[in-house]
Every structure is written in C-alpha cells, then in structure tokens.
C-alpha cells in the first residue's frame, strides 16, 4: 500500500513524464518544420516512448493502492533556435526527471517500500540510457558546429536511432 507522501510523489512523476512527452511532442514538429526530418523522426518516437513512462507511473500507482491523478500541462514551448539548443535543454529536463526519479528511491528506502524501490529501478537505469544517449548526441553537435554538412549527417544519424532504444556508445538495443 503506497504512503500519501509516495502516491504525491508518483503523481508528480506522471506529470513530468507527461511533460516531456508533450515537450517531445513540440520539439518533433519544429524539426518537421525545419528540414530535420532525422529530428523529427527521432523526438516522435521520444514522445511515444515517455507517454509510456507516463503510463507505466499511472498503472503502478492504481495496482499499489493509490490514486493516479493526471494533472493539467505547462504548453511547451513551439520556438526552438537549433539542434544545438534542443538537445542542450532536453538533457537539462533529463537530469531533472533523474533527479526525480533519485528522490522517489530514496524516500521508498525511508518508508522501507522495497515494492516501490524495486519499480523504480528500470526508471533509473531508463534514465542513465537516455541522459547517455542525449550527450553522445550533443558532442556530436558540437563537433559539427554550424557546418551545414555536419549538421546533415547528425540529422540522419537520427533517423537511424528513432524508436529503435539503441544508444550511440553501446550500439545495443533494449
Ligand atoms: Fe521518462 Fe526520460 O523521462
């Protein structure tokens, strides 16, 4: 049976992972919009990927004894200035999620929920993946600079990784 002070906690997860999808969401179509078809592909299948993260909070919390609460959601901002500053901010909002994430785990170890700990630990390895993924990403960015031609192949390096759970270092699939 899941704690007031737990169900409040998962809650606000449901929320974040609801963001970034929604955020996900935003910064795919941009990329549409911007000739980044690679980008495009790539934050479509992000988007689905964290409404499931969404989803898996949502179930959990209903089958533990609590009560799912779908909150209202920020609008995500629709203007982006480049690649660049996409992932720079989606890493940002990865570390928040892990930082979340962290703070549930230890909360389940103070109120000894091993059942709760025990859920959160695909959360967190999730999380390790995705902040890994999203650097790896960013040094190849930055590596690229503004040369167009660069910017091109990163983009189609995108495409290549969309929906698929590979990470650029290990090149091994979920
Ligand atoms: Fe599900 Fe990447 O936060």
């Not at 785990?105 to 859920?119: A, N």
């Amino acid at each position: 049976m899941l704690s007031t002070e737990m169900t409040s906690g998962l809650n606000n997860q449901i929320g974040l992972e609801g963001f970034a999808s929604n955020y996900y969401l935003s910064v795919a179509s941009w990329c549409d919009l911007h000739g980044f078809e690679g980008g495009a592909a790539f934050f479509f299948a992000q988007s689905d990927e964290e409404r499931q993260h969404m989803l898996k909070v949502l179930h959990y919390v209903n089958e533990a004894g609590g009560e799912a609460i779908v909150p209202k959601l920020d609008a995500p901002q629709h203007e982006f200035s480049s690649l660049k500053q996409i992932f720079e901010d989606a890493l940002a909002h990865e570390v928040r999620v892990t930082k979340a994430i962290h703070a549930l785990t230890d909360l389940c170890l103070s109120e000894k929920d091993f059942t709760t700990f025990s859920f959160l630990q695909w959360f967190i390895n999730e999380q390790h993946e995705e902040e890994n993924l999203f650097r790896t990403i960013l040094d190849k960015i930055h590596l690229a600079g503004d040369d167009e031609r660069g910017l091109f192949f990163v983009d189609k390096e995108l495409k290549s990784l969309a929906g698929t759970g590979i990470t650029l270092e290990s090149g091994t699939a979920e």
